[in-house]
Nanobody, 123 residues
Framework: VQLQASGGGLVQAGDSLRLSCVSS????????MGWFRQAPGKEREFVAG????????YYADSVKGRFTISRDNAKNTVYLQMNSLKPEDTAVYYC?????????????????WGQGTQVTVSS
């Protein structure tokens, strides 16, 4: 499975961005996709996840109400709509995928990782 993330950039606080992640290669009957992020000097953390079949979504408390994860089955693409961005959202965002039916909140729960896309929010 290959994951190609895009959509990062430099924005001001309060602005919006939409990240995209296209999945290609091996497919699974059941899988989850999601996003992690890593800020400078900090550990990588879970941001949001979606169960591909049911569409069930999960969010870190820090982004609830501001970020929305969604998927497009036809395009094998997962999106992360980020609104009301804050400087503390600045990080490299990684797209992840795994052949399971549960969204996991830890890195080791995901076998496939994209290359990361930088999001920088200025104050």
């Amino acid at each position: 499975v290959q994951l190609q993330a895009s959509g990062g950039g430099l924005v001001q606080a309060g602005d919006s961005l939409r990240l995209s992640c296209v999945s290609s290669g091996r497919t699974f009957s059941r899988y989850v996709m999601g996003w992690f992020r890593q800020a400078p000097g900090k550990e990588r953390e879970f941001v949001a996840g979606i169960i591909w079949g049911s569409g069930g979504t999960y969010y870190a408390d820090s982004v609830k109400g501001r970020f929305t994860i969604s998927r497009d089955n036809a395009k094998n693409t997962v999106y992360l709509q980020m609104n009301s961005l804050k400087p503390e959202d600045t990080a490299v965002y990684y797209c992840v995928a795994d052949s399971s039916t549960r969204v996991k909140l830890v890195e080791r729960g995901y076998d496939y990782w994209g290359q990361g896309t930088q999001v920088t929010v200025s104050s």
